[in-house]
């Protein structure tokens, strides 16, 4: 899974606008780089982002 790492390692210090843009789009596997892209967050130990997304 490529998008953990090259999106997620993309967006983890910079804004985020773009992961948030991804959670709504209408195409499925867009909408799912925007949770899987935040595993790189988590393996950062950072839960935030990931825990918003998946409530949406």
């Known amino acids: 899974i ?4 090259i999106v997620g390692a993309y967006l983890h210090q910079k ?7 991804l959670v709504y789009a209408e195409n ?4 799912r780089i925007s ?3 935040t595993f790189y ?3 950062n130990y950072d839960f935030d982002d990931t825990l ?3 409530e949406i």
């Open 15 to 21: 804004d985020k606008a773009l992961l948030y843009r």
């Open 2 to 5: 490529s998008a953990g790492n």
């Open 28 to 31: 499925l596997w867009e909408r």
């Open 41 to 43: 967050f988590i393996r």
């Open 35 to 37: 949770i899987i892209s």
């Open 52 to 54: 918003k997304i998946a």
